[in-house]
């Protein structure tokens, strides 16, 4: 399954962006779809996932920002991220878990500039 992520990019502190991803091929057993963030010299986290049956989870650092959305017909997964910080500059990878193995997007850079 191959991932391809796209709509980062750079806007201004208080602004808006919307990430997309669409896997390759549609999985039909229970997964997770959604987005994992690394900024420089830190550790990848977890930004939003949402499983197969809709059970979204946010960082705390986002909630009430972001919103994920999903389409399991489709396998898309898009992030609408609001009130961007400067914080959130980041790259930004699209994630599917299914049991027993991940798959990652090629990442897509977003920079909050204050």
């Known amino acids: 399954v191959q991932l391809q992520a796209s709509g980062g990019g750079l806007v201004q502190a208080g602004g808006s962006l919307r990430l997309s991803c669409a896997a390759s091929e549609r999985i039909f057993s229970i997964n997770v779809m959604g987005w994992y963030r690394q900024a420089p010299g830190k550790q990848r986290e977890l930004v939003a996932v949402?499983?197969?049956?809709?059970?979204?989870n946010y960082a705390d650092s986002v909630k009430g920002r972001f919103t994920i959305s999903r389409d399991n017909t489709k396998m898309t997964v898009d992030l609408q991220m609001n009130s961007l910080k400067p914080e959130d500059t980041a790259v930004y990878f699209c994630h599917l878990g299914i049991p027993k193995y991940d798959y990652w997007g090629q990442g897509t850079q977003v920079t909050v500039s204050s």
């Open positions: 949402m499983t197969s049956g809709g059970n979204a």
